[in-house]
Each structure stands twice: as C-alpha cells, then as structure tokens.
C-alpha cells in the first residue's frame, strides 16, 4: 500500500504560493503535477516549486495515472465542472472554498461525487488547526456556559480593479462568498446548530456584494452576526459569548506565528492558550489520510451545502431587504 498520495494542482491560481510550503512539509503526499491552460506558465510554476510534472491542459493532468489526487483552485464558477471531471477520472478532489456558488450546486456536486466512489473536501483549512479542537473542547466542557452569541469578522482591502476575478459577477464574486463564508461556517460551528432565519444588507458594486453585514437566528433564540468585505482593514476574529463567559479568537481564519485563543470571565482573561500549527499541512495530511485510510472525510462535504444554505439566504436578504427563512 502507497505510504504517499500523488496530488496534482488545477492551474496556477495564486492561492497556490500559499499552499506550495505546506504541501512541501505534509507527510503523507508529494505534490507531483500542476497544469495550466498554457504549458509556459505550467512549466514556469513546476519550476518555481520543484514540481515534477507541469501539464499543458487541465485534462491532460487527469487524465495522467499518476495523479490520485486532485487541488482545484479554480474560480467560482469552474469549481463544479473540473471537480466533476476530476470525479469521472477516479481522482479525489480537494475544491478550494466556495465549493459552488449555491447550496443546490453544492448538494449535486457532493452526491455526483459520491457517485464516482471520490472524496471530496472542500478547502477550509481553519477546522483543521489543533486550535480549533482545543476550542471545541472547552465548549463542550461548559468552560463558558450555554452559547448564546457568535461574532465574527474577515474583511481586507482589495484594490477595486474589475477585471479581478472577485469583482466578478460571471464568475461569482463578492465578498459574501469569498470571505463571508469564514464567519458565517465560524457560526454553524461554534452554535452547533443551523440558523433559522438571515438578514443582511450589502453594498454593490461591478455587480457583486463589496461589503455585507448580517444577523443569524437561531430556533432556540440565541443571534450571531458577521460582516465580511474587501473595503476595510484585514480584520480576522470569532468571539464565542456563552452564559458565563467567552472564547476571543484573533486571526481565526488565517493565523500567523503561534496562533492563540483567550478565555475571559467578568472583563478577565482565565487563559490564553496558544497553539502551534500549520493548518493547510494538517488539512493537506487529513485529506490524504482519509483517502487511503478509506475513512470518511472530516470534516465532511456536506458542511458546504449546510453554509452554502445560509449564504443563499443572506444574498436574497441583502437583494430584496428583507430577512429570510433558511
């Protein structure tokens, strides 16, 4: 049995600089191809990162045996159609966020995929941090009480140029579903349960959300809200308030050096814990894990369509000015 999986990069998108270091470091894989629509730009990327292979189409890199598994950091709206031809290859897929434009997309990519005997993950990196579980643990151990509010923010500033690919209404831009999506997965995950109703108001611009804001409720009464944009400062947190006190977390989504959580009671921080960690390295080795382990994916796809269902939600709310059921 393989003690590596072999992945290979759809395009040269540059997310993947990101990416490229932890891919280096993982343990359980060796990133061996990347292509791109123009073999130049494939061989100059292959060689810029020490990558074995570089491909002249996105096809041929599918259609190589040599590839078991498949990152695709396509824009929006290419997610589904690579993913389900990286599917009908036997590749598995790991699909930059957001994994499809819809909820209803993302239903009919998940079970497509399921169809084809692939795995499929979609590319949250934050659930994969140890500080997250670490997290997880002192919820689940009444370190703050009952939830009863989540807040959360992931705004930076992106020069308003229309030819980027996020200002882009045919390719499914905005910042509701570029980085509105951090927070509001942020709120599923720590209310441990499913919105209700969503309101939120946006500003447009090129035709897509430059800036939204939004309140989520919930059945048993407790709100969170967020706002997420491309008009302000970097600004990254997720602040969990429970009955008898809260979890603060800077840099929640993207953390840099030694990430750290604080506990407060009563204006007093009881503890800040840091926790060290390459967050794309663990997501990169738990996918693999899961793919040759024959193990379910964790976390699984369908959290997509669950945050894929609100973030519908909140883009009707914001078009038509009114709250709407979930």
């Known amino acids: 049995m ?24 993982a343990r359980n894989l060796e990133l061996v191809g990347i292509a791109s629509r123009s073999l130049e730009k494939a061989q100059a990327a292959a060689k810029a990162a020490g990558i074995a292979k570089a491909y002249s189409s996105y096809d041929a890199l599918l259609d190589d045996p040599a590839i078991d598994v498949v990152y695709n950091p396509l824009p929006n709206h290419l997610h589904a159609e690579w993913t389900r031809k990286a599917a009908d290859r036997g590749k598995h897929i790991l699909c930059e966020k957001p994994l499809t434009p819809t909820a209803s997309e993302a239903a009919d990519l998940v079970a497509y995929c399921r169809s084809k005997s692939v795995k499929l993950m979609d590319g949250f990196m934050w659930p994969h941090h140890p500080r997250t579980g670490m997290i997880r643990d002192r919820l689940a151990g009444g370190a703050i009480g009952k939830v ?37 997965y942020g709120i599923r995950w720590a209310m441990a349960q499913e919105p209700v109703r969503a309101w939120a108001t946006a500003r447009y611009e090129y035709g897509v959300d430059l800036e939204t804001t939004g309140v989520l409720t919930f ?9 997420c944009g491309f008009v302000h400062p970097m600004r990254q947190w997720l602040e969990i308030v429970g009955e008898t006190g809260t979890i603060y977390v800077p840099e929640m989504w993207v953390p840099a ?36 382990d024959g193990t379910p994916v964790h976390p699984p796809p369908e959290e997509a369509v669950k945050t894929l269902r609100v973030l519908d939600a909140l883009a009707r709310s914001a078009r038509e000015g009114r709250a709407i059921d979930v």
């Open 2 to 25: 393989a003690t590596k999986l072999r992945w290979g990069i759809l395009g040269v998108a540059n997310i993947n600089n990101r990416l490229l270091p932890s891919f280096a470091r």
């Open 219 to 227: 059945a048993n009464g407790t709100v969170a809200s967020f706002d």
């Open 148 to 184: 009863r509010r989540v807040t959360g923010t992931f705004t930076f500033r992106l020069p308003l140029d229309p030819t980027n690919i996020r200002l882009q209404k045919s390719a499914a831009g905005g910042s509701l579903l570029d980085v509105g999506c951090y927070p509001v």
């Open 257 to 292: 050096g030694r990430p750290e959580f604080e506990l407060r009671r009563d204006g007093s921080t009881i503890e800040r814990t840091s926790a060290p960690g390459d967050q794309i390295q663990h997501m990169l080795e738990d996918f693999s894990r899961h793919v040759m």
